[in-house]
């Protein structure tokens, strides 16, 4: 799905699912104590225009206990776990009615989506979090996504947006994930006052090299804001996922970066679709075998996803996510996938339309027994 990139760096027009990642200190003017709405306008305006073209957006919002502080007007200094949590309450509200405000202005819905780190690295739970946005996007809505704060516990949390964007990301096959910050890339040295540090335009790949210059650009910027952005950026590409740093202290950011605005590229050498088709066909030991009728074999082969009623025989002890093995009538291994039932049920459903699971479920469950995008065929 991304182009190979003739030029060195990608324009936006690029790309066809953008993951646009906003840090708090650009939402949020803490002084004020309130949220830069007019910022946020020119933003919303941005994703429209995109949006427009025919792309998917997908929003990763922080601010939460940024704006959660304002709006309670809590003391200055760092705020314990549980009242960062109790911030991120109160000012997740804020933030989410600000977001449907900006967009609404557009035509556009957005759809609020707080996930924690089981949510992204759980199979299960991720094929769930990724079908309700995938739907949202299929509904042409924008999906504006956060941690939980709230709930999420230290040892169990991102902490910061720049991962939980990455994972996003790569997650929903994104072609491009933007980091918004205050910064406008990675510098080689500390871009301080005076000093003659440059800024990479292009990171071709993230090398030992690369990790200490963002080591070093420490600044009230915070060495960690870099480096964050360099792991999410190496989850990004090592995911087929291209990403860009660019400054968001500009109204219309996005605009800024079509327009050919200082920034940082770190390209991948791969495209999400085929980075992930290696992950299940690669890295997951298959825990069961569906067995298929022609005509589904048939189905599949033309780019159909796999649907109960083409499967006529289920082996193994599998829960829903785990890699799966597809045969053919005759044995033949036709591909594998990320299976979304577990082991009982797929038998209690096999041969049987998609429209009578629930009805044997007494749950809706999907309507596909393996998404298209969860298969690979063999000689893909
Ligand atoms: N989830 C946090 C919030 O909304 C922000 C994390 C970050 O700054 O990266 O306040």
């Keep these: 799905m991304t182009k190979p990139l003739p030029q060195k760096t990608p324009s936006l027009k690029d790309f066809r699912r953008i ?31 995109l949006h427009k073209d025919k792309r998917d957006v997908i929003a990763v919002s922080s601010g939460a206990i940024a704006l959660g502080r304002s709006v309670l007007k809590l003391p200055k200094g760092a705020l314990k776990l549980e009242e960062a949590q109790a911030a991120a309450a109160v000012g997740q509200i804020a933030l989410a009615r600000a977001w449907a405000e900006a967009l609404s202005a557009h035509k ?35 999906p504006v996504i956060n941690e939980n704060d709230t709930v999420a516990t230290s040892e169990i949390r991102y902490g910061d947006n720049d991962r939980l964007a990455a994972r996003v990301a790569t997650m929903m096959s994104a072609d491009l994930l933007v980091l918004l910050s205050d910064v406008d890339g990675l510098y080689d040295k500390p871009p301080a006052k005076g000093s003659n540090a440059k800024r990479l335009d292009v990171v071709p790949r993230i090398t ?58 770190f390209l991948t050498p791969a495209n999400p679709v085929t980075a992930r088709k290696k992950w299940i066909a690669g ?43 597809v045969r053919g009538p005759d044995g ?39 998404h298209r995008d969860d298969l690979v065929l063999g000689g893909e």
């Design 208 to 265: 030992p090299q690369i990790e200490a210059m963002a080591g070093a650009s420490g600044s009230e910027l915070s060495r960690g804001g870099m480096l964050t952005k360099i792991e999410a950026g190496k989850i990004a590409t090592t995911a087929g996922t291209h990403m860009v740093i660019a400054s968001g202290r500009v109204a219309h950011p996005l605009k800024a970066i079509a327009d050919g605005t200082a920034c940082t590229w």
């Design 19 to 49: 993951v646009v990642k906003v840090g708090s200190s650009l939402l949020v003017d803490s002084a004020a104590g309130r949220l830069k709405r007019d910022w946020l306008d020119t933003l919303a305006a941005d994703i429209a225009r």
């Design 283 to 325: 890295s997951l030991e298959p825990r069961g075998t569906l067995t298929i009728d022609a005509g589904a074999v048939r189905a599949l082969r033309t780019g159909k996803s796999l649907l109960p009623a083409g499967v006529i025989r289920v082996d193994g002890a599998f829960g829903r996510g785990d890699a799966v093995l």
């Design 108 to 142: 556009l819905a957005a759809g609020q989506v707080l996930l924690t780190l089981q949510d992204t690295e759980e199979r299960r739970r991720y094929l769930n979090a990724r079908s309700t946005i995938a739907k949202l996007l299929e509904w042409r809505s924008v």
């Design 332 to 370: 033949a291994e036709i591909g594998r996938g990320l299976i979304a039932y577990d082991a009982e049920d797929a038998e209690k459903i096999r041969g049987q339309s998609s429209a009578e699971i629930k009805l044997i479920l007494g749950y809706s469950g999907r309507t596909e027994m393996i």
